[in-house]
Nanobody, 120 residues
Framework: QGPLVESGGGLVQPGESLRLSCVAS????????KGWHRQAPGDQRPMVAT???????NYADSVQGRFSISRDNAKNTIYLQMNNLKPEDTGVYYC??????????????WGQGTQVTVSS
């Protein structure tokens, strides 16, 4: 296993919810910012949500109000609660550990990804 391991993906219908989890095995990065990203086939891997060590969150416009990122530092785990899922949310979701450079989140480590499919 790598430094980050995601779980919780699956097949759901539009309007349903999923919660993704990501466990970090390297406690040395426990204070880093964390992020979730989505990659559709043939696409890049844009940011979905990020959270700093202090709990400040940032979301892509497409998921604002539907997704919620959180972290449990004691468990070295981050979560992505996804509500009211839409077909365009389909993709492989990756978690990352990152740093802020001039206020911009820059991923440093990646998980292996978990598939989320939203389809009726």
């Amino acid at each position: 296993q790598g430094p980050l391991v995601e779980s919780g993906g699956g097949l759901v219908q539009p309007g349903e919810s999923l919660r993704l989890s990501c466990v970090a095995s390297d406690s040395r990065r426990s204070g880093y910012s964390k992020g979730w990203h989505r990659q559709a086939p043939g696409d890049q891997r844009p940011m979905v949500a990020t959270i700093t060590s202090g709990g400040h969150t940032n979301y892509a416009d497409s998921v604002q109000g539907r997704f919620s990122i959180s972290r449990d530092n004691a468990k070295n785990t981050i979560y992505l609660q996804m509500n009211n899922l839409k077909p365009e949310d389909t993709g492989v979701y990756y978690c990352s550990t990152g740093i802020l450079v001039a206020g911009k989140y820059v991923p440093q480590d990646w998980g292996q990804g978990t598939q989320v499919t939203v389809s009726s």
